[in-house]
T-cell receptor, first 111, second 114 residues
Framework: EDQVTQSPEALRLQEGESSSLNCSYT??????LFWYRQDPGKGPEFLFT???AGEEKEKERLKATLTKKESFLHITAPKPEDSATYLC????????????FGSGTQLTVLP | NAGVTQTPKFQVLKTGQSMTLQCAQD?????MYWYRQDPGMGLRLIYY???????DKGEVPNGYNVSRLNKREFSLRLESAAPSQTSVYFC?????????????FGQGTRLTVV
């Protein structure tokens, strides 16, 4: 059974204080790992897709990396507007159309 | 572009009442999805439609039905609402399943069943 575990559940940072969020997964054959950002009261917004170990992608202050068992979302010099819940997801073992989501990391960046 | 539009945004139902959540996308996507999101549990797939005319069960389909009315619209129906169905419901769409699964989500429907 696919499992996606995110840690920590919540993270509070000072503005400019870099850190990393973790997404560990157990799947039968990884067919991609997805990162989403979700603001309060809104739907998730797509950030990145990673397909193979060693792959990295960047967007502004965010960089996502992938190993064979986990993914990291690195946040460099965060700003208050980076505050959100970050979700990771992997395609379901039975159907790539279905995504199994982690429960998310709620990030708060204090000014 | 409006993207994915859900209606209503909020709804309160009494136990046993029925209702339909509406979803429409204007991105010409083939696949559409209904998720529910509960605190501490992440998003869970209820039903999906890989293409017009097809629907399949997801992880938590019990108590729900869906209709893919046309390529743009995918509705979710609760025939007899229960308190356990209190949740935030999200509709999503993407071009197709498989590798290209970047999904676009609606703003959500917050449903309370009393």
């Amino acid at each position: 059974e696919d499992q996606v575990t995110q840690s920590p559940e919540a993270l509070r940072l000072q503005e400019g204080e870099s850190s990393s969020l973790n997404c560990s997964y157990t799947v039968s054959g990884l067919r991609g790992l997805f990162w989403y950002r979700q603001d309060p009261g809104k739907g998730p917004e797509f950030l990145f897709t990673l397909y193979s170990a060693g792959e990295e992608k960047e967007k502004e202050r965010l960089k996502a990396t992938l190993t064979k068992k986990e993914s990291f979302l690195h946040i460099t010099a965060p700003k208050p507007e980076d505050s959100a819940t970050y979700l990771c997801a992997v395609p379901h073992w039975g159907s790539a159309r279905q995504l199994t989501f982690g429960s998310g990391t709620q990030l708060t960046v204090l000014p | 572009n409006a993207g994915v539009t859900q209606t209503p945004k909020f709804q309160v139902l009494k136990t046993g009442q029925s209702m339909t959540l509406q979803c429409a996308q204007d991105m010409n996507h083939n696949s559409m999805y209904w998720y529910r999101q509960d605190p501490g549990m992440g998003l869970r797939l209820i039903y999906y439609s890989a293409s017009e005319g097809t629907t399949d069960k997801g992880e938590v389909p019990n108590g729900y039905n869906v209709s893919r009315l046309n390529k743009r619209e995918f509705s979710l129906r609760l025939e007899s609402a229960a308190p356990s169905q209190t949740s935030v419901y999200f509709c999503a769409s993407n071009k197709q399943g498989g590798q290209n699964t970047e999904a676009f989500f609606g703003q959500g429907t917050r449903l309370t069943v009393v």
